[in-house]
């Protein structure tokens, strides 16, 4: 077992290049901290790259089960404990970082893929932009896009937001709205094209959603872009009940996303 | 008019003082900044201390109903632009700052106001925090409860997070377990005391909910004190249907006063 010290070794300094993310998005990979993340990722098919890891942790009989499955799809490279934590980003990544490629869908096979999506217009923040495929994943979304101007999805934080949940999802980013939208004027028939909107007539939990469709959440100061909105299909409007103009974007999505859940198995039952 | 330019005068070296979170938790009173946040504040009643401000903002034209009313209320401290900016703790504090008395609910006062109230158990997040006070107020909650432990309800980040919904909603903070535990055995047959539970049998949306309840949420990494657990009178779960193993505490709580709120509507209607 060779264990590197320096950061002057040249698989070190790949690495961290990668912390750069313009380097990071022209190789079309992303970093991964800590066992948790690199379990889901494992479990949800991600291509691994390299998996950088101190050798306590190779040594530890508890990981045994995922450096056997990990053997089989990537290389090993061995890091002492200093020298992994200072080039970690997080103050605590456990011992192990792995490269992973991104996932690309190209537009068929996303639509192919995905029933439920989530369409994410300029999201700024990446703790929300995280939380908000966390949480369609959990109400069984299974596809997110991200227009152009929006937080890159491979950002660390937003990775690390979705607790895993990135590798359960359909993904597709740097779209443009035009792009978005001749897409999916070609489906229009297949999809229901939902807003949330202020000036709506019905209630989210009035309204029955369709089995296919794609949830618009817009920019958290400005909402939706006018042309969205006007294509959309289906608009309803969250009550407010208080003295409260509007709701964080992240908590709209997640009550119109678990609405939607909720109704689907409300006829299930 | 007079002016104050250096950040030497004592009033300026007070507010300095109250940036501090002891001094300010001291004198009980916070700090507002910002003109939105300073009108919801005023909408809500709250008892203004002092305002600074600066001269332009204080001559322009569009501000004259804000400060006709504040005028009423509170001194006014004119201070130069560039002070003003460095003392603020905002990039853009919008050229107005206020200091206002904490609003201090003793528990009978408290329980007569509050009949849909949110209990936060050692929220850590002050982002988190503020968002659900902004949700739990959208969605026609009239109390809040943050247990000993959580992050202090009038620190800066939290009170912006809340978007103004601080002042529609009654405060009680700093209370233990135990003094939450004697204070609810006393009201017991008055509110539903509601948990999140992954265990339990009821599925959010199937639960008929009481007019009056207290809505338990948990620390962001632990969720619920078991003793908090074990006190519920009602436990409910939120359907995960995708590889997620929980939600965000924010978007817990968003989830199901969202549903509490919606079936009040459908009655009504």
Same mark, same amino acid.
């Given at each position: 077992?060779?264990? @590197? ?5 040249? !698989? ?10 313009? *380097? ?6 992303? @970093?991964?901290?800590?066992?948790? +993340?690199?379990?889901? /990722?494992? /479990? ?5 790259? #390299?998996?950088? +890891? ?20 990537? &290389?090993?490279?061995?890091? &002492?404990? $200093? ?10 990544? #456990?011992? @192990?970082?792995?490269?992973?490629? &991104? ?20 999201? $700024? ?30 950002? #660390?934080?937003?990775?690390? /937001?979705?607790? %895993? ?40 939990? #009035? ?14 100061? *400005? %909402? @939706? ?9 289906? !608009?309803?409007?969250?009550? +407010? ?29």
């Amino acid at each position: 077992m060779d264990i @590197i010290s320096s950061s002057q070794n040249d !698989k070190v300094k790949y690495l961290n290049k990668l912390y750069r993310s313009r *380097n990071r998005r022209k190789e079309g990979v992303f @970093i991964l901290e800590g066992k948790r +993340l690199i379990e889901a /990722a494992l /479990a949800g098919g991600a291509d691994f790259k #390299q998996v950088f +890891l101190t050798p306590a942790f190779f040594k530890s009989a508890e990981n045994d089960n995922l450096l056997a499955d990990l053997k089989l799809k990537s &290389e090993f490279i061995y890091l &002492e404990e $200093q020298l992994l934590k200072e080039t970690a980003s997080t103050v605590n990544p #456990q011992e @192990i970082l792995a490269v992973v490629k &991104e996932s690309v869908f190209k537009g068929e096979d996303f639509y192919q893929q995905a029933d439920k999506i989530l369409l994410l217009d300029r999201i $700024q923040d990446p703790g929300n932009m995280g939380t908000m495929i966390r949480t369609a994943v959990a109400a069984g979304f299974d596809g997110v896009i991200a227009l152009k101007g929006s937080v890159d999805i491979y950002n #660390q934080k937003v990775i690390r /937001a979705t607790m %895993g949940g990135i590798f359960s999802i359909a993904v597709r980013q740097k779209l443009s709205q035009e792009e978005f939208m001749s897409e999916i004027d070609s489906r229009a028939a297949d999809y229901e094209l939902l807003a949330a909107d202020i000036e709506a007539e019905e209630y989210h939990f #009035q309204h029955r959603y369709q089995d296919k469709l794609i949830l618009m959440i817009g920019n958290e100061a *400005n %909402g @939706i872009d006018q042309k969205l909105l006007a294509a959309a299909t289906s !608009k309803i409007k969250i009550p +407010l009940a208080g003295e409260i103009e509007s709701l964080n974007a992240a908590v709209a999505a997640s009550v119109i996303s678990f609405e939607i859940l909720s109704q689907s198995l409300k006829k299930d039952s």
